[in-house]
């Protein structure tokens, strides 16, 4: 194989798609050679490096809001009883091999007026019911996620993505969880003894993002997590999954939950003795959410006088790139 | 069937919005391709074979989402690819600097031909098979391997184009 067999091959080799035998004459070339050994390097550095930039641009991450709320959507798709899947008019399928999108307004006749009067006044019965379902739907699936995030986080350290500190999360996705470096204290007091935090980070467990707070509470682990959740009601509901209690309650676009294998009374002293004051910070922390242009902007005004990274700024600011 | 779609499917839901955001550099319109994406996904998944790469078959449709949202709004008309042919009439590509930042990648790579990104994202950030990009990107194998090889020199090229200082004083004087 000659050096530029290699580097017409390179590409192939590094990613793995090279035949058996031009594999092996391959690494017999670079046995010998120091130039396309430093050329297969710089390929894979270079894969390496794209990857990372991407794994690292804060702009290219979705936002915890679109994921709930998509999530949602695709979950009022499906009808509840048989789990078969929705095909409205405006969902209609879409044949994905040659992209025809086969849609079209339904007809409607004139002579059916009243019928449409009918269907109008079915269709506003069906919202108040359809808004019902989802969000039980919705605080359900909470629930069930934040369970799944004690298991694999608290006590099993099985996370796909390892967990960052609440600061890192509280830039790149929600303000919000800021609150919980401090908040619940790292020592609290209850009727049935004291809990004591042991961890603090933010974690995503199917494909939703929490912060948790860890603590050790009469001999058990508990998890405080922290998600968005466009739900507001702020009574507080206690579920059995498996063999963890949840309860959870709403603060404006957030949802608390806490999850623990304890009996519900013991869980219960628990949160109500950590419900304060951290529903009233979260839900100032929401009232004083600063618009992320402005945070942009007040990031790169704490840069100062010297050179910028604007790199990025194509994405979410041009106007702050063209002003700076 | 919403049980095996949401263990299988809603969890590539950040990944396939990395992309839809790279591609449509607007949060909005990614959050619309994305869900077009899970919709249809969701519509065909008695179609998904359990136990392939389930993140593939989702890039496939992600991908002509937005190869029907950009024909649709003309701003990137489909033309037939310039790429395929091989690579020797390259010019020199200089060396990679020694030290970049993810701003020179990402700058580099944004400034490219949009089939040039697209097979560089689906190969390094995606890691899909060469089989998988010619599924997602409805081309020949065979061009799969000659776009590749000819997106990569290009970024190399974009890379070593200029020294990135001069990059960041230009872009700090604009």
Known sequence: ?324 | MWAAFEAEALPHAPRLFRLAMWAERNRAEAEDAVQETLTQALQLFDRYRPGTNCRAWLLTILQNVINNRRRARQRSPMVPDPDDRRAEGLPFVPPVPQHLTDEDILGALARLPQSVQDIIVLRDVEELSYKEIAASLAIPLGTVMSRLHRARSLLRAELGREPVHAREEHLDRS
Request: hydrophobic share 45%.
């Open chain 1, 1 to 324: 194989m000659t050096c530029r067999d290699v580097r017409d091959n390179a590409e192939a080799f590094v990613a793995g798609e090279l035949n058996e035998s031009a594999t092996q004459a391959l690494l017999r070339h670079l046995e010998t050679c120091v130039e396309c050994r430093q050329e297969v390097e710089t390929l894979r550095t270079l894969r390496t490096s794209v990857r990372g930039a991407f794994d690292r641009a804060h702009e290219l991450q979705a936002q915890p809001e679109f994921l709930a709320r998509l999530d949602r959507t695709l979950r009022s798709q499906v009808r509840p009883a048989t789990g078969a899947v929705t095909q409205s008019q405006s969902q209609a399928p879409v044949e994905i091999a040659g992209a025809v999108d086969t849609r079209t307004p339904p007809p409607v006749s004139a002579r059916y007026a009243w019928l449409a009067v009918a269907a109008a006044l079915l269709l506003a019965m069906s919202i108040g019911l359809f808004w019902a379902r989802a969000a039980r739907h919705d605080d359900e699936a909470l629930a069930l996620d934040a369970a799944g995030d004690h298991r694999n986080c608290a006590i099993a350290f099985a996370l796909d993505e390892k967990p960052i500190p609440l600061g890192e999360a509280a830039r790149r996705y929600d303000p919000a969880f800021d609150v919980l470096e401090t908040l619940p204290p790292d020592q609290i007091s209850t009727p049935a003894g004291a809990a004591q935090v042991v961890a603090r980070h933010s974690c995503l467990y199917h494909g939703r993002r929490f912060a948790h707070v860890v603590m050790k509470y009469r001999g058990s682990l508990v998890s405080l997590l922290v998600a968005a959740s466009d739900d507001e009601r702020a009574d507080r509901t206690l579920r059995a999954v498996d063999s963890l209690s949840v309860i959870s309650w709403h603060v404006p676009r957030h949802a608390i939950l806490v999850v623990s294998d304890l009996p519900a009374p013991d869980l219960r002293a628990l949160a109500t003795a950590a419900a304060e004051p951290l529903s009233s910070r979260l839900a100032g922390a929401m009232a004083l959410n600063i618009l992320p242009s402005v945070r942009i902007a007040a990031d790169i005004r704490r840069h100062g006088p010297g050179p910028i990274r604007v790199g990025l700024c194509h994405f979410a600011t041009p106007s702050l790139c063209a002003a700076q």
